[in-house]
């Protein structure tokens, strides 16, 4: 039946597709995107959506870059300086900032070319929108106000301050290929979706995950209510599809397995990297509660219910689809006869189904600790509340096939076309009826001055700035972020680097800098990382280094490693002095000593002579080895020189080993502990620990060995 409908629709464009889709298109810029389509206002708050702007310059002057046949690297953002790969901390931005380049590149400033950027984002998404809900059969109306719903939902302009995900154009582009694929023998289809899902992830990791979700509920759906439409005998096509066909499908499949290669890549090298997954008890904080979908506090028609729910990061929680999108929900639940009519409806209905059970939580139970969470890639996400901005496709669709249903010309009267024109027109009044989350345009152009007004005249090469940070005081961070923003902006459109930073997540042993000290404390920090991940450490001079706010010091001497004197024992209680030599690896330090809290440990020190002799290395440590007498081996390399193995029992907390000569150099060293066996106290019935634990160092000595 669904293709005898297809096939009876008009597939190619009219001028009434043309006109229909401009006029809610223009609605849309007119009433929803006023204040930043007519230039007046920023869009959001001025930390994230300044992050946003300064990655999306970056990603500007590092194609200028590489267009003029210089050196450019888009990983490594110019912010935490001096860690690595810094950029893939937040989301990608390689599938969306060509759109903030071009506008820069025809000569707009940083500010309008990223309104430009914003309002492009949600155009982009309306055409997409429309394009692919006219392609799954919906007819003008229907596919008009269905893409509209889509692109100006109320979950949307609720993510106003988080301007990254405006960009969803590839979700419904995604939708339609799938569905020509399992529903036509389509193979350019198929490549078609995999480049569609890989641009989506290229320009939002949280979107095109949460896309991959939508995909298989739409698959299960088709598998269990619509099994006769699928196309079941794929192989054969290989057979019978002719030259063009394969030669199309392979270039699809090719670019969006080279777009997933550039995107992906990086993106799990900097979570293995760092480390960075988010703890369950982190993301259950965000995953989406019955009560999320009542929740909204960007419309002006609903009250904020936010007050009568105790959710944790309850802004993240408000995700209310709007009256618009529950409408057609309900009315293709209860009306068999609507089904029956738009049989495609029982496909969408499942895949929202599919989608809110997979991801609801209730009285702390949820399938999605069960099964998403554990999927690499979805174990760094931290708002699982965006799934929304997914979901509101098949109910956007949902909407347009309800207005199709009204002016279907078989059953079609006046009634049923008034019907649809007052949705029509509710919808428009919903998305519009909005509080915007907004900053005016003078407070960016402000602080932007205030910036520049700070520095010296003369910028010295490949300058490193750091801005003093006021304490952080409980309750009050946003003076705090608004610092961070500043150093990111003005690292960004300098073309120098900063070692401030904001971003979705940061280096683990950064901190903010207060003192001059915490400047040479990050220096030092980063210099470690580089050196313990095989890149080379930073040339770093003090003239290089751009201060506001601190008055005369110099960090430099403050990051240099702290000399290492043979034959002392260094201990390390809290406050004890072999803390000093710790760099990553080690957990915070308690009354006896300190943990590893990883596969890999390492200390940091220099020697003022070369030893001619070679050198013993000797610890006292504790064991947590769930093995029957304690055991822990723990492999100690020196400068990639391997000088044997510590074991440490729960009866023999001394070990030592030998370093050759030649192992430990006057200058910088670095001593790295393999730990051979780490585990969790949670893992062993102990306690609610989860630190990886592998020796509990208390005491260090390197001492000569004379023959």
């Given amino acids: 039946m669904r293709k005898e409908l297809m096939s009876a629709r008009p597939s190619a464009w009219t001028r009434t597709d043309l006109v229909t889709a401009a006029i809610f298109l223009g609605l849309g810029a007119a009433l929803v ?17 300044r992050f946003n702007l300064s990655i999306l310059e970056f990603f500007y002057r590092t194609l200028l870059e590489a267009l003029h046949g210089r050196p450019a690297n888009f990983l490594d953002a110019p912010f935490f300086y001096p860690w690595p790969r810094v950029t893939h901390f937040s989301d990608t931005f390689w599938g969306d900032g060509e759109i903030y380049a071009l506008a820069r590149v025809v000569g707009m400033s940083t500010l309008a070319s990223f309104q430009v950027w914003f309002v492009a984002g949600f155009v982009l998404t309306y055409v997409a929108a429309f394009v692919s809900l006219r392609g799954l059969a919906l007819y003008t109306l229907g596919a008009a106000t269905g893409a509209f719903l889509f692109t100006f939902c109320l979950p949307m302009t609720d993510q106003f301050y988080h301007a990254q995900l405006v960009y969803r154009l590839w979700v419904p582009l995604a939708v339609l290929a799938l569905d020509r694929f399992l529903t036509r023998e389509s193979l350019r289809a198929g490549g078609a979706c995999v480049l569609f899902v890989a641009l989506q992830l290229a320009v939002s990791i949280y979107l095109g995950l949460f896309l991959c979700l939508l995909l298989f ?5 088709l598998c269990v209510l619509a099994r006769h439409r699928l196309a079941l005998a794929r192989w054969p096509t290989f057979d019978s599809a002719n030259a063009t066909e394969l030669i199309g499908a392979g270039f699809l499949l090719t670019a969006g397995l080279v777009v997933l290669a550039i995107v992906g890549i990086p993106y799990f090298e900097v979570q293995s990297m760092y480390g960075f997954t988010r703890s369950w008890d982190e993301v259950a ?6 009560g999320s979908y009542l929740l909204t506090s960007s419309s002006k028609l609903w009250p904020d219910l936010a007050a009568r729910f105790s959710y944790p990061a309850v802004w993240e929680h408000r995700i209310f689809p709007g009256l618009s999108a529950v409408i057609p929900l309900a009315w293709f639940v209860v009306s068999k006869n609507a089904r029956t009519r738009q049989p495609f409806a029982i496909l969408m209905l499942a895949a929202v189904a599919i989608l809110f059970a997979v991801t609801i939580d209730v009285h702390g139970h949820t399938l999605y600790r069960l099964l998403i969470y554990p999927i690499p890639a979805f174990s760094a996400l931290r708002a699982i509340t965006r799934i929304i901005l997914v979901i509101m496709l098949p109910l ?9 249903d009204l002016t279907a010309s078989r059953i079609c009267h006046f009634g049923r076309y008034l019907v649809a024109v007052a949705l029509s027109v509710f919808l428009v009044v919903e998305c519009s009826f909005i509080s915007q989350y907004s900053t005016p345009l003078s407070e960016w152009r402000a602080r932007l001055d205030e910036i520049q007004a700070s520095l010296p005249k003369q910028i010295p090469p490949h300058a490193v700035l750091a801005i003093k940070t006021d304490p952080k005081k409980p309750g009050l961070d946003w003076p705090w ?7 990111d902006i003005a690292a960004a459109t300098l073309g120098i680097s900063t070692l401030n930073g904001y971003s979705g997540n940061r280096p683990p042993t950064w901190k903010p800098m207060t003192t001059c000290r915490d ?58 002095d072999g803390n000093k030599l710790l760099a990553d690896g080690f957990s915070y330090p308690e009354s006896w000593g300190r943990w590893t809290e990883a596969e890999n440990a390492f200390l940091f020190f220099t020697l003022s002579t070369d030893p001619l002799a070679p050198l013993s290395v000797g610890i006292e440590a504790r064991s947590p080895s769930p093995a029957a007498n304690g055991n822990q081996e723990a492999t100690v390399v020196a400068n990639g020189h391997v ?40 893992d062993r019935g102990m306690n609610n620990d989860e630190r990886l ?15």
């Fill in 285 to 290: 904080k965000m995953v989406p509660r019955p």
């Fill in 217 to 221: 509920s739409y698959t299960l759906s």
């Fill in 693 to 707: 634990l592998g020796l509990g160092l208390q005491t260090l000595i390197v001492t000569p060995i004379n023959h």
């Fill in 396 to 404: 956007a669709i949902l909407f347009g096939m309800l207005i199709d």
């Fill in 519 to 576: 400047i040479g404390d990050n220096l030092r920090s980063g210099r470690h990382f580089l050196i313990e991940h095989g890149y080379p450490p930073p040339d770093i001079t003090p003239d290089r280094v751009v201060l506001i706010g601190f008055g005369p010091c110099n960090p430099v001497e403050s990051a240099r490693d702290p000399p290492l004197q043979l034959g002392r024992t260094y201990h390390f209680a809290q406050d004890d």
């Fill in 643 to 682: 000088c044997g193995t510590f074991v440490i029992t729960s009866s023999r907390a001394h070990a030592q080993v030998t370093c050759p000569p030649g192992a430990l150099r006057a200058g910088e060293n670095m001593l790295r502990l393999d730990i051979t066996r780490p585990a969790r106290p949670i």
């Fill in 33 to 49: 995107l006023r204040p930043y389509s007519t230039g007046s206002a920023m869009p959001g708050d001025p930390v994230d959506q």
């Fill in 481 to 487: 972020l608004l610092t961070q923003t500043d150093a």
